[in-house]
């Protein structure tokens, strides 16, 4: 991970199915489990957290994270098993960054009759010492209304801040065919690129450049991308040609443009006629290694639209870049391939796995391959598959 920044844990209680978890991140994080099994859930907690320590929390603010909204009571944990529900929804995320120790922890209350999340108590550490702090009897209003502010507009010159800054630009990433062409358009649009995948060609254009004669794609050689779509000889973003698009599609100013192998030179087509799975792979590409991308982000279904050997291919790419830019991912997958990319003998890439217990309380546990299991000489893929990392539904 990252010298400066590094997450060590982060705590969810009474949100959704997750009435207590707590684990210990890595650069790399990839969730697998049944469906149902509170996967994405994990990713909307995180960007609740992010959005309550660097926004209002509301309707716009989640949204905007790309958290499916639901209705007030079921944002809270309602387990047939707990006696005395209790009165706050609760995160907390730790961090280091460089020789500092960083926590900050809030207490939320669920809306009511309006659209607003309180804050019942929100506190920010550094070194185990208080730097902001404030409950519902502070003279500041706990509420989206008159008088509010947030811990990063209390902290603005403190550098407390430069490190959440970190954490604040979280989304969660759900890339879709038709905003990726460019043909609708993105409902939730950040920049540089949307959640759903707006404003890929723009994202692509920022990233190739022409080093020392070289054709890069960021920091990848222009062959090593091609090598990912094994059909394409040549990818390039342009502007919108009679002979490339149909009059009747809709276009965006800047439109992607792919060259086949065994076309002809002149036998140029846009992302609207490509396959899927090279504009999930070029999208993957650009929130690596983008710039202006989240430092820290989710991808819910990584593996979309990727056959099972292109995404565990993906997947090393992906991992090593996330690696490289010092950025933290988490996300979900049900390609077993995909944990064949992970080298999880690195700390900084790490595997669990989510499940339901007896009383239907989702648990998070992180898979560690023991020695007895690497002896077998399976793959994790298989091991997934055979039910030794869990993760799996009993299907008749």
């Known amino acids: 991970m990252s010298e400066e920044m590094r997450i060590t844990n982060i705590s969810i209680h009474n949100f959704k199915s997750l009435f207590d978890v707590s684990f210990e991140p890595g650069n790399v994080n990839v969730l697998i489990g049944a469906n149902g099994s509170g996967k994405s859930t994990i990713l909307e907690a995180i960007g609740t957290l992010s959005a309550a320590m660097t926004d209002r929390v509301n309707s716009n603010s989640l949204q905007r994270k790309g958290i499916r909204l639901s209705a007030s009571q079921l944002y809270k944990s309602k387990f047939l098993d707990i006696k005395k529900e209790p009165v706050t929804v609760d995160f907390q995320i730790d961090w280091k960054r460089i020789a500092h120790d960083y926590q900050y922890k809030v207490h939320l209350t669920v809306p009511t009759d309006d659209d607003s999340w309180k804050y019942h108590t929100e506190s ?14 502070s003279k ?188 933290t991912v988490f996300m979900t997958t049900h390609n077993p391939l995909v944990l064949d990319g992970l080298d999880i003998s690195d700390e900084r890439v790490r595997l669990f796995v989510t499940d339901r217990d007896e009383n239907g309380h989702i648990i998070m546990n992180r898979i560690q391959v023991s020695e007895k299991l690497i002896r077998t000489g399976q793959s994790l893929s298989r091991l997934w598959i055979n039910g030794y990392l869990g993760g799996v539904p009993e299907l008749i």
Not at 128 to 137: I, M
Not at 277 to 294: E, K, R, S
Request: with cysteine.
């Open 124 to 137: 920010a550490l550094k070194d185990v010492k208080q730097v902001f702090g404030r409950s519902n009897r």
């Open 140 to 327: 500041g209003q706990m509420n989206n209304k008159i008088g509010y502010f947030s811990v990063t507009e209390a902290l603005a010159s403190d550098e407390y801040i430069s490190a959440a800054k970190y954490i604040s630009d979280y989304g969660i990433y759900q890339p879709d065919t038709l905003t990726l062409r460019g043909t609708v358009p993105d409902p939730t649009q950040v920049s540089p690129i949307g959640l759903n995948g707006g404003r890929l060609a723009e994202a692509m254009d920022d990233l190739i450049k022409v080093i020392d004669g070289d054709l890069m794609f960021g920091s990848l050689d222009m062959s090593d991308v091609l090598e990912l779509i094994e059909w394409a000889a040549d990818i390039h973003v342009g502007k919108p040609k009679k002979h490339t698009l149909n009059p009747g599609v809709p276009a965006t100013s800047r439109i992607i443009e792919f060259q086949d192998r065994y076309l002809k030179d002149t036998a140029l087509f846009t992302g609207y006629d490509a396959s899927e799975g090279a504009l999930y792979v070029l999208f993957m590409l650009c929130i690596a290694m983008h710039p202006d991308t989240p430092k820290m982000f989710g991808i819910d279904s990584f593996d979309h639209a990727m056959n099972p050997r292109l995404a565990r291919r993906i997947t090393q790419v992906f991992s090593k870049l996330i690696l490289e830019n010092g950025k």
